[in-house]
């Protein structure tokens, strides 16, 4: 059941004005306006009471990716304000250093956060630019493929230990979705990469040695003779045994 119109209204003013003023180097005014405006906004939607029950924000995958391409355009501008290449005074770099930085860990993280979990490839890949623009890119990966499948137990780095303070917590879950999330990435694509190739190429020595690519693959079968090209059919008489795997019995001659 969709929720009504007008509550997209708080969504859209607490996430595109503030873009809008720092867009126009009110640094001052994007930075109070996170502050201060998007907490008197929050007071009133807690007040307003909450939306019914399986209620769908309507447009909201057009917010995200205005917001995506919004914040990916303005990024930019935002480096060249902060480092002084716009001739603003220290004070007004200070304001606008934290107007984005406000803007960006609140809005453009969550947005990201929202895309990767979309089933549009399109809609995942944005996401996932605007975790890189961010220098947190590695989260598109840590966060599904680790934080939902070990939510709350020791092998997820991104749930907090009992007692743990947040100086504690933050430079562990930080390091440790790196490292998990790396590995899981590898893990998927390893397993995307077998897929793709030829059933007769999946249990080919050379192929688990070099793990070749298809278009790899084909190519190194057609000119060494394993089995997932060769002219003369089976496996090369040379291809050394590996440990669980059957070699193809030789033929006479």
Same mark, same amino acid.
């Given at each position: 059941?969709?929720?009504?119109?007008?509550?997209?209204?708080? $969504?859209?003013?607490?996430?595109?004005?503030?873009?809008? %003023?720092?867009?126009? /180097?009110?640094?001052?005014?994007?930075?109070?306006?996170?502050?201060?405006?998007? $907490?008197?906004?929050?007071?009133?939607i807690a007040a307003s009471g909450n939306a019914p029950e399986g209620a769908e924000v309507p447009a909201a995958d057009a917010l995200l990716v205005t917001l995506a391409l919004a914040?990916?355009?303005?990024?930019?501008?935002?480096?060249?304000?902060?480092?002084?290449?716009?001739? /603003?005074?220290?004070?007004?770099?200070?304001?606008? $250093?934290?107007?984005?930085?406000?803007?960006?860990?609140?809005?453009?993280?969550?947005?990201?956060?929202?895309?990767?979990?979309? *089933?549009?490839?399109?809609?995942?890949?944005?996401?996932? %630019?605007?975790?890189?623009?961010?220098?947190?890119?590695?989260?598109? *990966?840590?966060?599904?493929?680790?934080?939902?499948?070990?939510?709350?137990?020791?092998?997820?780095?991104?749930?907090?230990?009992?007692?743990?303070? $947040?100086?504690?917590?933050?430079?562990?879950?930080?390091?440790?979705?790196?490292?998990?999330?790396?590995?899981?990435? !590898?893990?998927?694509?390893?397993?995307?990469?077998?897929?793709?190739?030829? *059933?007769?190429?999946?249990?080919?020595?050379?192929?688990?040695?070099?793990?070749?690519?298809?278009?790899?693959?084909?190519?190194?079968?057609?000119?060494?003779?394993?089995?997932?090209?060769?002219?003369?059919?089976?496996? !090369?008489? *040379?291809?050394?045994?590996?440990?669980?795997?059957?070699?193809?019995?030789?033929?006479?001659?």
């Amino acid at each position: 059941m969709p929720a009504p119109a007008a509550s997209m209204l708080p $969504f859209r003013a607490a996430s595109l004005l503030p873009l809008l %003023a720092g867009a126009a /180097l009110w640094g001052l005014a994007a930075a109070a306006y996170l502050t201060l405006f998007t $907490f008197a906004l929050d007071t009133l939607i807690a007040a307003s009471g909450n939306a019914p029950e399986g209620a769908e924000v309507p447009a909201a995958d057009a917010l995200l990716v205005t917001l995506a391409l919004a914040q990916l355009a303005v990024l930019p501008l935002g480096v060249a304000v902060v480092a002084g290449a716009t001739g /603003l005074s220290w004070l007004e770099r200070g304001l606008a $250093f934290a107007g984005f930085g406000l803007f960006f860990g609140q809005v453009s993280n969550s947005c990201a956060h929202e895309l990767i979990h979309r *089933s549009g490839r399109g809609l995942r890949r944005l996401g996932v %630019a605007v975790y890189v623009s961010l220098l947190f890119g590695h989260h598109a *990966s840590a966060h599904p493929l680790v934080h939902h499948r070990h939510v709350a137990t020791p092998a997820d780095p991104n749930s907090a230990r009992a007692g743990e303070g $947040f100086y504690r917590f933050a430079p562990r879950a930080w390091a440790g979705s790196f490292r998990e999330g790396w590995r899981a990435e !590898s893990a998927r694509q390893a397993r995307a990469r077998q897929r793709r190739l030829p *059933s007769s190429c999946r249990g080919c020595w050379r192929w688990r040695a070099m793990r070749s690519c298809n278009c790899c693959c084909r190519i190194t079968c057609s000119i060494m003779a394993c089995r997932g090209g060769s002219r003369r059919g089976g496996q !090369s008489r *040379s291809a050394p045994p590996i440990a669980g795997m059957r070699r193809s019995p030789s033929r006479a001659g």
